[in-house]
């Protein structure tokens, strides 16, 4: 029997990730596999926003809903759709859902297909602005409050809301840190 061919990843989609409902943006431009599953996706935002995967996920793509297996899913499993089967051309769109609880809604906009380069390091995170917002700190409206207490020291909120932010800062993106992150998520080119 001849030895199988490994397998070739296909085309590379670059993404450009939102957080809706936020202002001034948080985002960031990533390039993936056309080959990765939606599951997948869902770590490389995790890893590319700071998020911790501590809730459950879902995309919506072309009216279809996508969550991660669990009892409770109510969609497709997302880990058993690869990107390259779903209408993702550039120009198209979708969500993604983090955490049911805060609702973290983010726009996912397939920006162009790209060819692989045979020495490129995927997923990677292209550039971005900004922090993604802590876990648990209430979705949008209240990302909003702990902006307006961190930035008031008068605020009767701002002693424990700095320590509870910790060592967070709302402007800052570390595109090096955040590459070296999805090299250790995803290593030796992990699709």
Same mark, same amino acid.
């Given at each position: ?13 670059? /993404?450009?990730?939102? /957080? ?10 990533? /390039? ?6 939606? $599951? ?27 969550? &991660? ?5 109510? @969609? ?5 759709? $690869? ?17 049911? @609880? ?35 700190? &209430? &979705? ?13 020291? @008068? ?10 932010? @910790?060592?967070?800062?709302?402007? $800052? ?8 992150? /999805? ?6 080119? $992990?699709?």
């Amino acid at each position: 029997m001849p030895a199988r061919k490994p397998r070739r990843p296909g085309p590379i989609l670059q /993404l450009h990730i939102s /957080l809706q409902d936020i202002e001034p943006p948080i985002w960031r431009r990533v /390039l993936v596999h056309d080959t990765m599953s939606l $599951a997948n996706l869902h770590s490389v935002i995790q890893e590319a926003f700071g998020w911790q995967d501590y809730h459950l996920f879902a995309f919506v793509v072309a009216g279809k809903r996508y969550e &991660g297996p669990s009892p409770d899913a109510e @969609g497709a499993d997302a880990t058993r759709v $690869a990107l390259k089967k779903l209408p993702l051309e550039p120009g198209t769109g979708f969500e993604y859902v983090y955490d049911f @609880g805060d609702d973290w809604h983010h726009t996912v906009l397939v920006e162009q297909r790209l060819t692989r380069d045979r020495d490129g390091q995927y997923p990677v995170c292209l550039d971005g602005e900004r922090a993604g917002p802590p876990e648990d700190c &209430g &979705g949008p409206p209240g990302y909003a409050n702990l902006l307006r207490a961190l930035g008031d020291p @008068g605020d009767p909120e701002h002693p424990d809301l700095v320590v509870w932010a @910790g060592p967070w800062a709302p402007e $800052a993106f570390d595109l090096r840190a955040t590459n070296r992150i /999805l090299q250790l998520a995803f290593p030796t080119r $992990a699709v």
